[in-house]
Nanobody, 124 residues
Framework: QVQLVESGGGLVQAGGSLRLSCAAS????????MGWFRQAPGKEREFVAG????????YYADSVKGRFTISRDNARNTVYLQMNSLKPEDTAVYYC?????????????????WGQGTQVTVSS
C-alpha cells in the first residue's frame, strides 16, 4: 500500500501561481512513477503531468505544457506540481497518483494509488 496526501491548493487570481505537494508513505516511493490528475465539476478526471521513477523524464498534457512543472524528491517521498500562469479553466480538484507498473500512462485506471485531492480555484 502507498498512502498519498496532497496539499497546497487554494484560491488564486488568474495569472498567479500555486505549488502542490503530494507526500507518500508506505512502500518504496522511488519504485513508482507518479502522476497528477484533475477533475472539474461535471467532467471526467484528466491527466495533467507525469514523472518517471527517478525524475529523469516528465510529460504533460498540452493544456498545461509550458505553465506547469512536475518534480519529485525521493529522499522526501514527495512529488510536486508547480503551477504558473494559472487560468480559470485550471479550476479543479487535483489528485496525485502512483503507478507501480508503467511510466508514461495518461489513463487514471492504470494508476494503483490515489490521494484524496486538493481544491484549486482560479478566479478571473
Amino acid at each position: 500500500q502507498v498512502q498519498l496526501v496532497e496539499s497546497g491548493g487554494g484560491l488564486v487570481q488568474a495569472g498567479g501561481s500555486l505549488r502542490l505537494s503530494c507526500a507518500a508513505s508506505g512502500r518504496t516511493f522511488s519504485n513508482y512513477a507518479m502522476g497528477w490528475f484533475r477533475q472539474a465539476p461535471g467532467k471526467e478526471r484528466e491527466f495533467v503531468a507525469g514523472i518517471s521513477w527517478n525524475g529523469a523524464s516528465t510529460y504533460y498534457a498540452d493544456s498545461v505544457k509550458g505553465r506547469f512543472t512536475i518534480s519529485r524528491d525521493n529522499a522526501r517521498n514527495t512529488v510536486y506540481l508547480q503551477m504558473n500562469s494559472l487560468k480559470p479553466e485550471d479550476t479543479a480538484v487535483y489528485y496525485c497518483a502512483a503507478n507501480g507498473r508503467t511510466y508514461g500512462s495518461t489513463y487514471p485506471a492504470e494508476y494503483d494509488y490515489w490521494g484524496q485531492g486538493t481544491q484549486v480555484t482560479v478566479s478571473s
